[in-house]
């Protein structure tokens, strides 16, 4: 049983009241009913829990809603849709390869769905949905089934072959996910072992023990000088610093004019500043999961003696294990895994030259560099990624070294910005790491790793038809040679009429949509402006007769001046160049090489002459049109991406920010029987 409620979060290190966060209080689910008792098998901790699941499980959550309502005058979407004050919520297997089956039990059963986000499940003390503003439910962010009683079921079957790995879970309630991931609504989920894919040695015969594996979730949230949190969080919570002020422990002082006596507190695992002793001198694997709403972090690990960058392995991004092609070059390496690294050899004779780096363009620190093991001095974390490494003792050459004694490290984030229309993420140190003495005597240079199963061969027994629900669920596959184009914008909307409305009009979160032939020309009637989230508005894949799996290439645009960061759920994707070699490392048809992902930053544009940028001042995004005429250079993402899964589900912006705001739209996977 998972309860969302508020709870007081002591961890933070904060004199005087504790901050009320929305945390998940989680139990074995002791009888029917909504209530966990009150024993040491019932935990809440602001963290959030790990829910440790084998590849073949079957992942049952009765899902109660008991949070409090929202003051309206805190919430930035109130204006959207009133319903959202009453904050209903829900729960979203991020990563996850499963099925999105909707409802499948008739009232008054307590409806059980699959990874369905279409539901809004609210807490009846805060009042019942219908009788508040019936007309409610017609506005955007109220879509999908509407369940006022309080709680669901989730019943969601892992397949057998998933990749082992990290993945998470959290709320996917459009307008709110700003607001409940911020207030601490968030928690683990790892399948599998680490024996699955990462070995000391290349014959295997030593596996990783799981008892190796760290799980680091980052967290943030900004609290008030009343010690009440801010979950509407504001990016410059802590600007106007001065500029030789120290770097923070797990916090940042609020902006002396806006948020005087305020903290933004960075966490792991829900700790402020946490120490990490590493167990052994063999080293561990952590894996990250960056929790937080909006924020991105820069990480580094930074020897405390020498103050030079200590290379980090890595193993994973976004659940499934590296498998770079043999020969790929460093440029295509950073490239393949969406310009978030700066690598360095895993233990190469020369050293890794430090420098700075920004996310808009990330550059490899050597070049070329040889086939895997992969490892980083840097690593760029936007919402929702996942990054799994190898930490052990490396010298100021990446070597694995012999640790001194009281040999530490701080692992921080550099602060980061998203682009010149962008945010600026706050530096801030995160934990204090200690290295036991030594040397690590099983693993000489690097991990090894296994190759995992394919996500286009991972399947759930497709569901049938019948459980699909729509007026119309089925449509014509994509062309042979066709592919979908997204763009992705935040521009001014002439007849917006938003509270952020000025002489430009308002500013919109929103998604553009264009089919392309084989010749790279739009097809004729599919051109879709920027709009904002419509869950009437589904963007339709048919799956392969055979009900066999169906690979289409989607190529996204960014035409903000700000990075936007894109995830579908149900799936993964990887990144592929369609001008590559038939050989190459990039090319669609090297099936097993490559990164699968399930978030990728889009690069910012650049706006030119006569482009919206160029003619409001205000404005941080170009137009489609602006695009289309060439005054706005944008540089395209291209992914192949599997579809497994049918049902309807969504793919969005993950900087919540911008989805609550309606940079998101809907799929529906049609089954090739229908
Ligand atoms: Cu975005």
Redesign the pocket.
Known sequence: MVIAQATPVSSLDISGPQPVGWIYTVCPRPAPGTTCPANADTVSPYGGVRLALQPGDRLKIRFVNNLPSVPPDSLDRIHDDPLLALNPSNLHTHGLIVAPAPNSAPPPRVPVYGDFIFTSVFNPANGNPAAYDPGAFTKIHAHGDVVSTGAVDYDIQIPANHPSGAYWFHPHMHGLALNQLSAGLSGIISIGNVANYACADESCRHPVPESAVRHLILKDMQVLADNTGFFQEDPDFCANQASDAPLGEGVCPGDPSAYAGGQWFFTLNGQRYPKIPVATADGEVWRFTNASGSASYDLRLIDDQTQLPMAVQILSIDGVALSFPSGATADQMVEIGGNRLRLAPCGAASGAAPGALSAVSVAPALSPFSAAPVCATEIVMMPATRVETYVVYRDARNRIASAPEKATATLLSAGISTGPGGDSWPAVKLAKVVFPKGRSQAVSEALHLKAQPSPETVSAPLASAAVLRGPSFSCQPLAAGHHRRIY?G?PNVPDGTGPGSDQYGEAI?GLGYEEIDEHGQPVPNTFQDFKRFDPADTLCVRINPGETSVTETWELY?L?T????FHIHQTKFRRIDPAATMDGPLNPASRHAGVWEDTVP?PVAEPGPGSQPALDPEATSCTIADFKAGRCTATPIYVSIPFTQPGTFVF????L???DGG?MRAVRVAPASN
Request: hydrophobic content about 40%; aromatic content about 12%.
């Open positions: 992705f935040n979160f960014n903000a700000e990075l936007h960061n889009l969005h912006c993950h900087i920010e911008h989805e940079m």
